[in-house]
């Protein structure tokens, strides 16, 4: 058994948490200080703070990680092990402390998808194939030495937030894996391949979501799955003659000729929302109009009829 710090913030980190409070001794974690929000702007936790405390782990919150009080907290703990799920960069002062070393759960097969957003730009790129590395972490981003890595394959169907949950439970069980055999120092880290091509995953923003209809209709597809729960890919739209945006949330691509105008709503189809593009049809089937709830399309055309619509 061994004497881990555990770094996380995000729903993402949680299982791995869980699992290894089971199988080694989590001395303490570190998370995320408490955020306002909702519309009273209350101070919330973090998902992993919440875990921490229900399995009574003493809990760190630093605003800075070179802070003096901070550091010598993390060396008076005197861990063999630290280990990061969804974290932030952390200073050498910090990840030098463990006898072993500290090492990062990434979601996605490194050297590819380095960067913060790995789930969302696998899917958007129309990838087959996903997983979670293990790597020992160093003074650059997502580039340390490989532990254990592996595989998932992507559906057609997955969306960022089914990928998302899939690599979740997947990289607790790596977690494990990889702490259990560093125990023994039965892993030999190797380094990154970087010899091959790299795709990489910066952090998006809301023009990056943008729809782009004059794009092939598996391009925009794939763009909205892997933008789905969030951030969203959006349009531009007239709703009842006014102007507005709406996320779509749910897709899907429907490959079939047509004579339609491309990034337009076919008015025929009264019980679906069609969208005209090159080599199909993006079929919406969840939807958010500015300032408005979260629907899906039954419910929207339930309430609207569809020539209230319109892409701008």
């Known amino acids: 058994m061994l004497d881990v710090i555990f770094m996380g913030t ?3 980190a949680v299982p791995s948490l869980e699992i290894l409070h089971k199988h080694h001794n989590v001395l303490a974690v570190v998370t995320a200080p408490d955020k306002p929000a909702g519309r009273g702007r209350k101070l919330k936790a973090s998902p992993v703070k919440n875990t921490a405390q229900s399995l009574d782990i003493p809990v760190y919150q630093p605003e800075k990680l070179k802070e003096a009080d901070f550091v010598n907290a993390m060396q008076a703990l005197n861990p063999d092990l630290m280990v990061v799920v969804a974290f932030r960069m952390l200073p050498e002062i910090i990840w030098k402390i463990p006898k072993i070393g500290t090492f990062n759960l990434h ?3 490194l050297p590819q998808y380095r960067g913060a957003a790995p789930i969302n730009h696998a899917i958007i790129n129309g990838e087959k194939l996903s997983g979670n590395t293990t790597f020992f972490i160093d003074d650059k981003i997502d580039t340390g ?3 254990l890595q592996d595989e998932i394959e992507i559906s057609d169907s997955d969306t960022a937030g089914s990928l998302h949950d899939k690599l979740m439970l997947r990289g607790a069980d790596l977690i494990l894996e990889t702490v259990n055999k560093l125990e023994p120092n039965s892993i030999k880290a190797k380094p990154q391949n970087t010899a091959q091509k790299i795709n990489y995953a910066p952090k998006i ?6 729809i782009d209809w004059s794009q092939d209709g598996k391009i925009i597809y794939n763009k909205i799955r892997g933008l789905s729960p969030y951030p969203g890919a959006w349009t531009n739209i007239r709703f009842r003659d006014e102007e507005s945006s ?5 897709a899907k691509f429907i490959q079939q000729k047509h004579n339609d105008e491309i990034g337009q709503i076919i008015q025929t189809e009264k019980d679906k929302i069609l969208v005209a593009v090159e ?3 993006i079929q919406i089937t969840e939807l958010q109009i500015q300032s408005k709830k979260r629907l899906a399309d039954t419910q929207f055309l339930n309430g609207y009829k569809l020539e209230d619509l319109k892409i701008a």
């Not at 709406?246 to 749910?250: R, T």
Request: with cysteine; glycine share 4%.
């Open 279 to 281: 080599n199909g049809l």
């Open 107 to 109: 979601a996605s097969l």
């Open 10 to 12: 995000p729903d993402f």
């Open 205 to 210: 923003f809301k023009a990056d979501c943008e």
């Open 145 to 147: 030495n490989i532990l």
């Open 246 to 250: 709406m996320k779509i949330l749910n």
